[in-house]
């Protein structure tokens, strides 16, 4: 096996492993300063539970600010969420662990700095709960939200049955 066949496989195998993540697309962009500091909202559907939708919003630093404050390859742990019921919710295979499973991840950071979404379900108030926070290598962040999506009364559809 040639060496670039060789990393290709390497490569392809560490994403078959990789978690299922949602894509985000931004929409909305607000400028808050003169230097061209954005906060961004991104509209995250969870790939697992339909009919649900989370608006993240997060901080994006201008060049002219990483050039004037340094710190030049990274972005503020500052971000917000709110998840809503937006269809039909139909819930496929979720984890029902009590610490949930990672539903998106973006970068803050040029390496080591991501922004995370993490749903987790709430068995006894049949309610989902979504948290949004920083997961960095060395200094863990205590800047987080989070949103729930209460299901009682509501007409959700399990794919794999409702858990017990």
Not at 98 to 109: C, H, K, Q
Request: hydrophobic content about 40%.
């Amino acid at each position: 096996m040639t060496s670039l066949k060789l990393h290709a496989a390497i490569v392809a195998s560490f994403l078959a492993l990789a978690p299922v993540s949602a894509s985000a697309e931004i929409v909305g962009k607000v400028g808050v300063d003169w230097t061209g500091n954005d906060i961004l909202v991104d509209a995250v559907p969870d790939p697992e539970v339909s009919g649900v939708t989370c608006h993240v919003t997060y901080f994006d630093r201008s060049v002219i600010d990483r050039l004037r404050k340094g710190n030049w390859f990274e972005d503020p742990s500052n971000n917000s969420i709110a998840c809503r019921q937006t269809g039909p919710i139909e819930i496929g295979n979720i984890s029902l662990s009590e610490g949930g499973e990672e539903v998106f991840r973006a970068g803050l950071s040029l390496i080591w700095k991501k922004l995370v979404v993490d749903r987790i379900y709430d068995k006894k108030n049949d309610t989902l709960i979504y948290l949004v926070h920083s997961r960095e290598l060395t200094n863990g962040s205590a800047k987080m939200a989070i949103s729930t999506i209460p299901l009682f009364g509501q007409n959700v559809t399990w794919k794999n049955g409702k858990p017990k």
